[in-house]
């Protein structure tokens, strides 16, 4: 599986980004798709996450009501829309694949819960 991110670029704090991540392979559908970031000095973290399982969308903390994760199986694609973006958002912001077996609920905030990565996509918010 290859992951391939784009849409990330400069903006200005309260301004919106929408990232895209494109997947390769016809098995898109049965993966469960997310986003980390890593900001400079520090770990990669956390930002979202859907778990088919269970339907849900988990969203880290700090991103909570501000970004929005979706997707388009027909386009093997998923989406991070960012909005109210802030200058602690700036990250380099790679997308995630999680395959069958998936990852229980307690782990799918970690990177090791992932088995594929994107490149990475950076994301500047000016203040």
């Known amino acids: 599986v290859q992951l391939q991110a784009s849409g990330g670029g400069l903006v200005q704090a309260g301004e919106s980004l929408r990232l895209s991540c494109t997947a390769s392979g016809s098995t898109f559908g049965r993966y469960d798709m997310g986003w980390f970031r890593q900001a400079p000095g520090k770990e990669r973290e956390f930002v979202a996450r859907f778990k088919s399982s269970n339907g849900h969308t988990y969203y880290a903390d700090s991103v909570k009501g501000r970004f929005t994760l979706s997707r388009d199986n027909a386009k093997n694609t998923v989406y991070l829309q960012m909005n109210s973006l802030r200058s602690e958002d700036t990250a380099v912001y790679y997308c995630?694949?999680?395959?069958?077996?998936?990852?229980?609920?307690?782990?799918?905030?970690?990177?090791?819960?992932?088995?594929?990565w994107g490149q990475g996509t950076q994301v500047t918010v000016s203040s």
């Open positions: 995630v694949a999680d395959t069958p077996p998936f990852a229980i609920l307690s782990s799918i905030r970690y990177a090791r819960a992932y088995d594929y």
